[in-house]
């Protein structure tokens, strides 16, 4: 049974940073494409964040360019995302996904709030 599970999310102030990780079961993140997406807090329309291929080749959506960064721990099978200078703006729920065929799992969200 696949299973993703992401922590990290919780209060942060603008300008601030913040590293969500995602624990994966059942899967290898080593064989899967993984990627992060968010969804801000009642709008239907959610945002691709992150994304990296199996073969290491990494994208990133144009709100977040230069400010955020994913990456993998192949030992933890961990997926991470750093996000710096963070706005309000970046407030929403943050999921974890992966596949080999499109995105076929995703975790059920972490929080993140930016506030003063």
């Known amino acids: 049974q696949v299973r993703l599970v992401e922590f990290g999310g919780g209060s942060v102030q603008p300008g601030g940073s913040l590293r969500l990780s995602c624990v994966a079961s059942?899967?290898?993140?080593?064989?899967?494409?993984m990627a992060w997406r968010r969804q801000v807090l009642g709008k239907e329309e959610d945002e691709l964040v992150a994304?990296?291929?199996?073969?290491?080749?990494?994208t990133y959506g144009d709100s977040v360019k230069g400010r955020a960064s994913i990456s993998v721990d192949k030992a933890q099978n961990t997926v991470y995302l750093s996000l710096n200078e963070l706005r309000s703006e970046d407030t929403a729920d943050y999921y974890c996904g992966r596949g080999v065929n499109g995105m076929e799992h995703w975790g059920k969200g972490t929080l993140v709030t930016v506030t003063s």
């Open positions: 059942g899967i290898s993140v080593s064989d899967s494409h």
């Open positions: 994304f990296m291929s199996r073969s290491g080749t990494k």
